[in-house]
Protein backbone atom coordinates (compact mmCIF):
# COMPACT_ATOMS: atom_id res chain seq x y z
CA UNK A 1 0.00 0.00 0.00
CA UNK A 2 1.21 3.54 -1.10
CA UNK A 3 2.64 5.33 2.38
CA UNK A 4 1.78 8.32 1.59
CA UNK A 5 -1.76 7.17 1.57
CA UNK A 6 -1.47 5.60 4.99
CA UNK A 7 -0.75 8.85 6.61
CA UNK A 8 -2.59 11.14 4.39
CA UNK A 9 -5.53 12.41 6.23
CA UNK A 10 -5.36 10.27 9.43
CA UNK A 11 -3.44 13.02 11.97
CA UNK A 12 -5.91 14.48 13.99
CA UNK A 13 -4.93 15.45 17.30
CA UNK A 14 -8.06 17.75 18.38
CA UNK A 15 -9.57 19.81 21.54
CA UNK A 16 -13.59 19.63 21.91
CA UNK A 17 -15.76 20.67 24.61
CA UNK A 18 -19.73 20.77 24.60
CA UNK A 19 -22.26 22.30 27.35
CA UNK A 20 -26.00 20.94 27.88
CA UNK A 21 -28.19 23.49 29.74
CA UNK A 22 -26.86 26.82 29.47
CA UNK A 23 -28.79 29.48 27.66
CA UNK A 24 -25.20 31.13 26.82
CA UNK A 25 -23.71 27.64 25.10
CA UNK A 26 -21.93 28.66 22.45
CA UNK A 27 -20.31 31.61 24.57
CA UNK A 28 -19.20 29.22 26.50
CA UNK A 29 -18.14 26.79 24.10
CA UNK A 30 -16.04 29.85 22.70
CA UNK A 31 -14.21 30.31 25.44
CA UNK A 32 -14.02 26.20 25.95
CA UNK A 33 -12.07 26.07 22.72
CA UNK A 34 -10.29 28.83 23.70
CA UNK A 35 -8.58 26.99 26.53
CA UNK A 36 -7.89 24.32 24.20
CA UNK A 37 -6.55 26.28 21.44
CA UNK A 38 -3.10 24.38 21.91
CA UNK A 39 -4.93 21.30 21.12
CA UNK A 40 -5.21 22.42 17.24
CA UNK A 41 -4.85 25.36 15.50
CA UNK A 42 -5.89 24.85 11.99
CA UNK A 43 -9.31 25.81 12.52
CA UNK A 44 -12.49 25.43 14.56
CA UNK A 45 -16.14 25.17 14.83
CA UNK A 46 -18.85 25.45 16.94
CA UNK A 47 -22.84 23.61 16.20
CA UNK A 48 -25.54 24.69 18.84
CA UNK A 49 -28.83 24.33 18.99
CA UNK A 50 -31.94 25.82 20.63
CA UNK A 51 -34.00 22.69 20.94
CA UNK A 52 -35.34 22.79 17.21
CA UNK A 53 -33.38 23.43 14.82
CA UNK A 54 -28.55 22.88 14.69
CA UNK A 55 -26.67 25.98 14.09
CA UNK A 56 -23.17 26.11 12.12
CA UNK A 57 -20.58 28.23 12.41
CA UNK A 58 -16.89 27.04 11.48
CA UNK A 59 -13.68 28.32 9.85
CA UNK A 60 -10.09 27.56 9.37
CA UNK A 61 -7.64 29.70 11.73
CA UNK A 62 -7.43 30.60 15.48
CA UNK A 63 -10.73 30.55 17.86
CA UNK A 64 -10.21 34.35 18.21
CA UNK A 65 -10.19 35.07 14.36
CA UNK A 66 -12.62 33.21 14.09
CA UNK A 67 -15.64 34.11 16.71
CA UNK A 68 -16.51 37.59 17.20
CA UNK A 69 -19.77 38.89 19.00
CA UNK A 70 -21.82 38.58 15.34
CA UNK A 71 -20.81 34.85 14.72
CA UNK A 72 -21.79 33.91 17.84
CA UNK A 73 -24.89 35.49 18.08
CA UNK A 74 -25.95 32.88 15.08
CA UNK A 75 -25.15 30.31 17.85
CA UNK A 76 -28.33 30.67 19.38
CA UNK A 77 -29.59 27.81 22.34
CA UNK A 78 -28.52 26.16 25.48
CA UNK A 79 -26.69 23.03 24.09
CA UNK A 80 -23.07 23.38 21.87
CA UNK A 81 -20.23 21.21 20.78
CA UNK A 82 -17.34 22.96 19.46
CA UNK A 83 -13.83 21.49 17.89
CA UNK A 84 -10.46 22.84 17.52
CA UNK A 85 -8.62 21.26 14.62
CA UNK A 86 -4.79 20.18 14.26
CA UNK A 87 -3.34 21.15 11.38
CA UNK A 88 -2.09 18.75 9.03
CA UNK A 89 -0.09 18.43 5.78
CA UNK A 90 -2.67 18.32 3.36
CA UNK A 91 -6.13 18.19 4.35
CA UNK A 92 -6.18 22.25 5.44
CA UNK A 93 -9.48 22.84 4.19
CA UNK A 94 -12.49 23.94 5.78
CA UNK A 95 -14.71 20.48 4.75
CA UNK A 96 -12.58 19.14 7.26
CA UNK A 97 -12.74 21.54 10.07
CA UNK A 98 -15.22 20.09 13.08
CA UNK A 99 -18.15 19.75 14.09
CA UNK A 100 -19.69 17.96 10.84
CA UNK A 101 -23.16 18.07 10.36
CA UNK A 102 -25.95 16.28 8.82
CA UNK A 103 -29.61 15.72 8.15
CA UNK A 104 -31.14 12.09 7.93
CA UNK A 105 -34.38 10.87 8.58
CA UNK A 106 -34.47 11.43 12.03
CA UNK A 107 -33.67 14.70 12.24
CA UNK A 108 -30.39 16.57 12.34
CA UNK A 109 -26.93 15.62 14.10
CA UNK A 110 -23.32 17.12 14.36
CA UNK A 111 -20.19 15.29 15.62
CA UNK A 112 -17.06 16.40 17.23
CA UNK A 113 -13.92 14.12 17.21
CA UNK A 114 -10.65 13.69 19.07
CA UNK A 115 -8.78 10.62 18.11
CA UNK A 116 -7.83 8.57 14.96
CA UNK A 117 -9.65 6.01 13.44
CA UNK A 118 -7.96 3.03 12.18
CA UNK A 119 -8.05 0.71 9.30
CA UNK A 120 -10.65 3.00 7.49
CA UNK A 121 -10.02 2.34 3.82
CA UNK A 122 -12.28 -1.02 3.50
CA UNK A 123 -15.41 0.83 5.46
CA UNK A 124 -14.68 3.98 3.66
CA UNK A 125 -15.27 2.07 0.60
CA UNK A 126 -17.97 -0.26 1.62
CA UNK A 127 -19.86 3.01 2.11
CA UNK A 128 -18.99 3.94 -1.11
CA UNK A 129 -20.16 1.30 -3.39
CA UNK A 130 -23.56 1.43 -1.00
CA UNK A 131 -23.98 5.02 -2.45
CA UNK A 132 -22.63 7.55 0.33
CA UNK A 133 -21.09 10.47 -1.05
CA UNK A 134 -17.95 11.82 1.27
CA UNK A 135 -17.76 15.49 1.76
CA UNK A 136 -14.90 15.44 3.71
CA UNK A 137 -11.72 13.17 3.88
CA UNK A 138 -11.68 13.28 8.00
CA UNK A 139 -12.13 9.79 9.53
CA UNK A 140 -15.34 11.29 11.49
CA UNK A 141 -17.34 11.65 8.59
CA UNK A 142 -17.50 7.76 8.40
CA UNK A 143 -19.31 7.47 12.02
CA UNK A 144 -22.19 10.09 10.79
CA UNK A 145 -22.71 8.19 7.68
CA UNK A 146 -22.71 4.74 9.85
CA UNK A 147 -25.50 6.12 11.95
CA UNK A 148 -27.51 7.94 8.78
CA UNK A 149 -27.18 4.47 6.92
CA UNK A 150 -28.80 2.47 9.54
CA UNK A 151 -31.39 0.06 8.66
CA UNK A 152 -33.57 0.70 12.04
CA UNK A 153 -33.58 1.78 15.89
CA UNK A 154 -33.60 4.84 17.06
CA UNK A 155 -31.37 7.23 17.65
CA UNK A 156 -28.68 5.87 20.53
CA UNK A 157 -28.79 2.57 19.24
CA UNK A 158 -27.78 3.77 15.82
CA UNK A 159 -25.19 5.47 17.46
CA UNK A 160 -23.57 2.56 19.47
CA UNK A 161 -24.39 0.10 16.68
CA UNK A 162 -21.97 2.96 14.42
CA UNK A 163 -19.06 3.37 16.70
CA UNK A 164 -19.07 -0.23 17.69
CA UNK A 165 -18.19 -0.79 13.58
CA UNK A 166 -15.22 1.81 13.99
CA UNK A 167 -11.52 1.21 15.66
CA UNK A 168 -8.97 3.87 16.73
CA UNK A 169 -8.84 6.47 19.54
CA UNK A 170 -12.45 8.40 19.53
CA UNK A 171 -13.33 10.85 22.13
CA UNK A 172 -16.79 11.81 20.56
CA UNK A 173 -19.22 14.89 21.11
CA UNK A 174 -22.51 14.70 19.18
CA UNK A 175 -25.96 16.60 19.40
CA UNK A 176 -29.04 16.58 18.07
CA UNK A 177 -32.03 18.98 18.24
CA UNK A 178 -32.86 18.14 21.77
CA UNK A 179 -29.58 16.09 23.16
CA UNK A 180 -25.79 15.89 23.93
CA UNK A 181 -23.88 12.86 23.25
CA UNK A 182 -20.34 12.01 24.89
CA UNK A 183 -19.02 8.57 23.73
CA UNK A 184 -15.21 7.50 24.78
CA UNK A 185 -12.98 4.50 22.81
CA UNK A 186 -13.30 1.32 24.79
CA UNK A 187 -9.31 2.09 25.49
CA UNK A 188 -9.81 5.45 26.84
CA UNK A 189 -6.73 6.48 24.60
CA UNK A 190 -7.82 10.00 24.18
CA UNK A 191 -9.20 12.42 27.36
CA UNK A 192 -12.63 13.58 27.77
CA UNK A 193 -13.87 14.87 31.16
CA UNK A 194 -16.95 15.82 32.49
CA UNK A 195 -18.08 18.85 34.59
CA UNK A 196 -20.62 21.04 35.87
CA UNK A 197 -21.59 24.57 35.17
CA UNK A 198 -24.44 25.32 37.89
CA UNK A 199 -26.69 23.04 36.18
CA UNK A 200 -25.15 22.38 33.13
CA UNK A 201 -23.70 19.85 31.98
CA UNK A 202 -19.44 20.37 30.37
CA UNK A 203 -17.85 18.15 28.75
CA UNK A 204 -14.18 19.17 27.19
CA UNK A 205 -11.08 17.13 25.80
CA UNK A 206 -8.91 19.00 29.14
CA UNK A 207 -9.89 20.35 32.57
CA UNK A 208 -8.26 23.83 31.82
CA UNK A 209 -11.12 24.64 29.96
CA UNK A 210 -13.70 24.08 32.85
CA UNK A 211 -11.47 26.34 34.61
CA UNK A 212 -11.94 29.38 32.34
CA UNK A 213 -15.69 28.98 32.38
CA UNK A 214 -15.62 28.43 35.93
CA UNK A 215 -17.20 24.69 35.92
CA UNK A 216 -16.19 21.84 38.41
CA UNK A 217 -14.14 18.71 37.31
CA UNK A 218 -16.60 15.47 38.40
CA UNK A 219 -15.24 12.67 36.11
CA UNK A 220 -14.12 11.40 32.94
CA UNK A 221 -16.50 9.49 30.41
CA UNK A 222 -15.45 6.21 31.09
CA UNK A 223 -13.53 4.47 28.49
CA UNK A 224 -16.69 2.40 26.50
CA UNK A 225 -19.26 4.88 27.87
CA UNK A 226 -21.82 6.69 25.91
CA UNK A 227 -23.59 9.39 28.30
CA UNK A 228 -26.79 10.89 27.29
CA UNK A 229 -27.66 14.25 28.34
CA UNK A 230 -31.58 15.92 27.85
CA UNK A 231 -33.53 17.57 29.66
CA UNK A 232 -34.49 14.86 32.04
CA UNK A 233 -30.51 14.88 33.13
CA UNK A 234 -27.54 12.56 31.96
CA UNK A 235 -28.03 8.78 32.04
CA UNK A 236 -24.73 6.53 31.07
CA UNK A 237 -24.61 3.00 29.14
CA UNK A 238 -21.98 0.65 28.63
CA UNK A 239 -21.77 0.19 24.59
CA UNK A 240 -18.48 -1.62 24.07
CA UNK A 241 -17.26 -4.24 26.44
CA UNK A 242 -13.92 -3.70 28.82
CA UNK A 243 -10.69 -3.74 27.74
CA UNK A 244 -7.78 -3.25 28.64
CA UNK A 245 -7.25 0.72 29.14
CA UNK A 246 -5.06 2.76 26.81
CA UNK A 247 -4.86 6.06 27.65
CA UNK A 248 -2.16 8.24 25.46
CA UNK A 249 0.97 8.77 27.52
CA UNK A 250 1.78 11.47 25.03
CA UNK A 251 -0.74 13.58 26.81
CA UNK A 252 1.31 13.78 29.71
CA UNK A 253 4.52 14.04 27.75
CA UNK A 254 3.47 16.70 25.41
CA UNK A 255 0.27 17.10 24.64
CA UNK A 256 -1.69 18.59 27.25
CA UNK A 257 -1.72 21.86 29.31
CA UNK A 258 0.10 21.28 32.68
CA UNK A 259 -2.68 22.83 33.92
CA UNK A 260 -4.98 20.08 33.52
CA UNK A 261 -5.82 16.57 35.39
CA UNK A 262 -6.59 14.06 32.52
CA UNK A 263 -7.03 10.43 33.31
CA UNK A 264 -8.57 10.15 36.57
CA UNK A 265 -7.74 13.34 38.30
CA UNK A 266 -3.93 13.29 37.19
CA UNK A 267 -2.07 16.62 37.31
CA UNK A 268 0.23 16.89 34.18
CA UNK A 269 2.10 19.35 35.33
CA UNK A 270 3.02 17.20 38.60
CA UNK A 271 4.15 14.34 36.18
CA UNK A 272 5.89 16.77 33.68
CA UNK A 273 7.91 17.70 36.88
CA UNK A 274 8.04 14.14 38.17
CA UNK A 275 9.37 12.87 34.73
CA UNK A 276 12.45 15.68 35.26
CA UNK A 277 13.12 14.85 38.75
CA UNK A 278 13.47 11.03 37.28
CA UNK A 279 15.29 12.41 34.17
CA UNK A 280 17.88 13.97 36.49
CA UNK A 281 18.60 10.84 38.53
CA UNK A 282 19.15 8.90 35.94
CA UNK A 283 21.47 11.28 33.87
CA UNK A 284 22.85 13.59 36.07
CA UNK A 285 26.20 16.17 34.48
CA UNK A 286 28.06 18.98 36.09
CA UNK A 287 26.77 22.18 34.58
CA UNK A 288 26.12 25.47 35.75
CA UNK A 289 22.48 25.99 35.12
CA UNK A 290 19.44 23.95 33.62
CA UNK A 291 17.02 25.48 30.81
CA UNK A 292 14.11 24.71 29.59
CA UNK A 293 13.19 24.10 25.91
CA UNK A 294 9.82 26.72 26.26
CA UNK A 295 7.14 26.13 26.62
CA UNK A 296 6.88 22.09 26.69
CA UNK A 297 9.88 21.49 28.54
CA UNK A 298 9.11 23.58 31.50
CA UNK A 299 7.58 21.41 33.89
CA UNK A 300 10.44 18.85 33.36
CA UNK A 301 13.30 21.38 33.75
CA UNK A 302 12.19 22.47 37.29
CA UNK A 303 12.18 19.15 37.98
CA UNK A 304 15.50 18.33 37.16
CA UNK A 305 16.63 21.24 39.07
CA UNK A 306 15.01 20.76 41.79
CA UNK A 307 16.46 16.92 41.64
CA UNK A 308 19.97 18.01 40.61
CA UNK A 309 20.43 21.26 42.77
CA UNK A 310 21.74 23.21 39.26
CA UNK A 311 19.87 26.34 39.62
CA UNK A 312 16.70 26.97 36.80
CA UNK A 313 16.94 29.87 34.33
CA UNK A 314 15.27 30.85 31.68
CA UNK A 315 17.62 30.90 28.71
CA UNK A 316 15.44 30.82 25.98
CA UNK A 317 12.78 32.95 25.37
CA UNK A 318 9.44 31.94 23.29
CA UNK A 319 7.43 34.10 21.07
CA UNK A 320 4.20 33.27 21.90
CA UNK A 321 2.51 34.68 18.87
CA UNK A 322 4.12 31.76 16.26
CA UNK A 323 2.69 28.39 16.15
CA UNK A 324 4.09 25.41 17.39
CA UNK A 325 6.65 25.19 14.73
CA UNK A 326 6.17 21.15 14.33
CA UNK A 327 3.12 21.88 12.16
CA UNK A 328 4.17 23.95 10.04
CA UNK A 329 4.30 21.81 6.83
CA UNK A 330 7.58 22.24 4.83
CA UNK A 331 10.83 21.76 5.90
CA UNK A 332 12.25 24.98 4.56
CA UNK A 333 9.59 26.35 6.81
CA UNK A 334 10.09 24.14 9.83
CA UNK A 335 14.05 24.97 10.16
CA UNK A 336 13.11 28.29 9.82
CA UNK A 337 10.89 28.43 12.56
CA UNK A 338 12.70 27.27 15.63
CA UNK A 339 14.26 30.91 15.14
CA UNK A 340 10.77 32.45 14.59
CA UNK A 341 9.85 30.81 18.08
CA UNK A 342 13.22 31.03 20.51
CA UNK A 343 15.68 33.68 20.93
CA UNK A 344 18.60 33.02 23.61
CA UNK A 345 19.63 35.63 26.72
CA UNK A 346 23.42 35.93 26.20
CA UNK A 347 23.43 36.98 29.70
CA UNK A 348 21.87 33.58 31.02
CA UNK A 349 23.97 31.24 28.67
CA UNK A 350 27.33 33.18 27.98
CA UNK A 351 30.17 30.67 29.30
CA UNK A 352 28.18 28.59 31.06
CA UNK A 353 27.79 24.70 31.11
CA UNK A 354 24.02 24.36 30.47
CA UNK A 355 21.61 21.42 30.35
CA UNK A 356 18.91 21.98 28.28
CA UNK A 357 15.37 20.10 28.73
CA UNK A 358 13.00 19.36 25.85
CA UNK A 359 9.87 16.36 26.48
CA UNK A 360 10.61 15.30 23.35
CA UNK A 361 12.72 14.93 19.80
CA UNK A 362 10.78 13.60 16.60
CA UNK A 363 12.68 14.35 13.66
CA UNK A 364 15.73 16.04 15.59
CA UNK A 365 15.23 19.33 13.26
CA UNK A 366 14.46 21.60 16.60
CA UNK A 367 17.07 19.87 18.97
CA UNK A 368 19.64 20.86 16.47
CA UNK A 369 18.86 24.50 15.89
CA UNK A 370 18.21 24.82 19.99
CA UNK A 371 21.84 23.45 20.33
CA UNK A 372 23.31 25.57 17.96
CA UNK A 373 21.20 28.26 19.08
CA UNK A 374 22.28 27.99 22.53
CA UNK A 375 26.44 27.63 21.88
CA UNK A 376 26.78 30.17 18.44
CA UNK A 377 23.74 32.86 19.61
CA UNK A 378 24.28 32.20 23.69
CA UNK A 379 28.21 31.69 23.70
CA UNK A 380 27.39 28.86 25.83
CA UNK A 381 30.67 26.82 26.65
CA UNK A 382 28.80 23.16 26.68
CA UNK A 383 25.50 21.82 25.99
CA UNK A 384 24.02 18.98 27.29
CA UNK A 385 20.40 17.95 26.14
CA UNK A 386 17.86 15.91 28.35
CA UNK A 387 14.81 14.38 27.49
CA UNK A 388 12.04 13.94 30.21
CA UNK A 389 10.92 10.61 27.42
CA UNK A 390 12.11 7.90 25.89
CA UNK A 391 13.64 8.28 22.40
CA UNK A 392 10.34 8.41 20.26
CA UNK A 393 10.58 4.93 18.09
CA UNK A 394 7.02 4.52 16.65
CA UNK A 395 4.56 6.90 14.70
CA UNK A 396 1.14 7.18 15.98
CA UNK A 397 -1.83 5.68 14.63
CA UNK A 398 -4.77 7.08 17.02
CA UNK A 399 -4.59 11.37 17.11
CA UNK A 400 -0.67 12.45 18.13
CA UNK A 401 0.48 14.20 14.76
CA UNK A 402 3.93 12.14 14.45
CA UNK A 403 5.42 11.32 11.44
CA UNK A 404 5.99 8.06 9.66
CA UNK A 405 8.85 5.96 11.25
CA UNK A 406 11.53 7.15 8.83
CA UNK A 407 10.75 10.38 10.09
CA UNK A 408 11.34 9.26 13.29
CA UNK A 409 15.32 10.14 14.08
CA UNK A 410 15.45 7.85 16.87
CA UNK A 411 13.72 4.95 15.21
CA UNK A 412 17.07 4.81 12.99
CA UNK A 413 19.62 6.02 14.72
CA UNK A 414 21.49 5.27 18.11
CA UNK A 415 21.78 7.94 20.68
CA UNK A 416 25.41 8.56 20.23
CA UNK A 417 24.36 9.33 16.42
CA UNK A 418 21.31 11.46 17.65
CA UNK A 419 23.62 13.67 19.99
CA UNK A 420 26.27 13.90 17.07
CA UNK A 421 23.43 14.92 14.82
CA UNK A 422 22.31 17.64 17.25
CA UNK A 423 25.80 18.56 18.25
CA UNK A 424 25.15 18.74 21.87
CA UNK A 425 27.96 17.36 24.18
CA UNK A 426 26.03 14.95 25.38
CA UNK A 427 22.44 13.33 25.08
CA UNK A 428 20.32 11.61 27.74
CA UNK A 429 16.62 10.09 27.15
CA UNK A 430 14.74 9.31 29.96
CA UNK A 431 14.13 5.29 30.04
CA UNK A 432 11.09 3.66 29.41
CA UNK A 433 11.12 1.95 33.05
CA UNK A 434 11.58 5.49 34.16
CA UNK A 435 9.14 6.44 32.38
CA UNK A 436 6.71 3.31 33.69
CA UNK A 437 7.78 4.17 37.54
CA UNK A 438 6.92 8.37 37.23
CA UNK A 439 2.90 7.09 35.22
CA UNK A 440 0.36 6.16 37.89
CA UNK A 441 -1.01 3.04 36.77
CA UNK A 442 1.42 2.80 34.05
CA UNK A 443 0.41 -0.86 32.26
CA UNK A 444 -3.00 1.09 31.52
CA UNK A 445 -1.18 3.82 29.49
CA UNK A 446 -0.47 3.35 25.28
CA UNK A 447 3.49 3.80 24.98
CA UNK A 448 3.32 2.96 21.28
CA UNK A 449 5.17 5.92 20.11
CA UNK A 450 8.28 4.60 22.71
CA UNK A 451 7.75 0.58 22.76
CA UNK A 452 6.07 0.06 19.59
CA UNK A 453 3.29 -1.76 20.93
CA UNK A 454 -0.06 -1.04 19.85
CA UNK A 455 -2.71 -1.60 21.73
CA UNK A 456 -5.66 -2.46 18.81
CA UNK A 457 -4.66 -4.85 16.38
CA UNK A 458 -4.88 -2.66 12.43
CA UNK A 459 -3.35 -3.20 8.73
CA UNK A 460 -1.13 -0.25 9.23
CA UNK A 461 0.61 -1.80 12.54
CA UNK A 462 1.44 -4.93 10.54
CA UNK A 463 3.29 -2.38 8.18
CA UNK A 464 5.05 -0.73 10.80
CA UNK A 465 6.35 -4.13 12.38
CA UNK A 466 7.60 -5.26 9.12
CA UNK A 467 9.70 -1.67 9.29
CA UNK A 468 10.66 -2.20 11.99
CA UNK A 469 12.29 -5.55 11.90
CA UNK A 470 13.49 -5.06 8.42
P1 LIG B 1 11.51 17.74 15.99
O1 LIG B 1 12.16 18.99 15.53
O2 LIG B 1 10.77 17.07 14.87
O3 LIG B 1 12.46 16.80 16.68
O4 LIG B 1 10.39 18.15 17.03
C1 LIG B 1 10.63 18.13 18.40
C2 LIG B 1 9.87 19.23 19.06
O5 LIG B 1 8.49 19.13 18.70
C3 LIG B 1 9.97 19.17 20.57
O6 LIG B 1 10.34 20.47 21.02
C4 LIG B 1 8.59 18.80 21.04
O7 LIG B 1 8.21 19.59 22.15
C5 LIG B 1 7.68 19.10 19.86
N1 LIG B 1 6.70 18.04 19.61
C6 LIG B 1 6.74 16.75 19.91
N2 LIG B 1 5.63 16.12 19.50
C7 LIG B 1 4.86 17.04 18.90
C8 LIG B 1 3.57 17.02 18.27
N3 LIG B 1 2.86 15.90 18.16
N4 LIG B 1 3.11 18.17 17.79
C9 LIG B 1 3.81 19.30 17.87
N5 LIG B 1 5.02 19.38 18.44
C10 LIG B 1 5.54 18.27 18.96
Not at 355 to 362: G, Y
Amino acid sequence: MNKNNLFHDIHEECGIFGIFGHPEAANLTYLGLYALQHRGQEGAGICSSDGVKLYLEKSLGLVAEIFNEKVLRNLPGHIAIGHNRYSTTGSSTIENVQPLMATYSLGSIAIAHNGNLVDIDGLKSRLEKDGAIFQTTSDSEIILHLIARAKDGQVHERIANAVRQVRGAFSLLLMNEKELIAIRDPFGIRPLSLGQLKDAYVLASETCAFDLIGATYIRDIEPGEMLIIDENGARSIKIFNSVKKAHCVFEFIYFARPDSYIFDHTCVNTIRKELGRQLAREHPIDADIVIPVPDSGVPAALGYAEQSGIPFEFGLIRNHYVGRTFIEPKQSIRHFGVKIKLNPVREVLKGKKVIVIDDSIVRGTTSKKIVKMIRELGGAKEVHMRISSPPTVGPCFYGIDTPTRQELIASSHKIEEIRKYITADSLGYLSLEGLKKIIPNSDLYCMACFNCKYPIEFEHKKITQMELFS
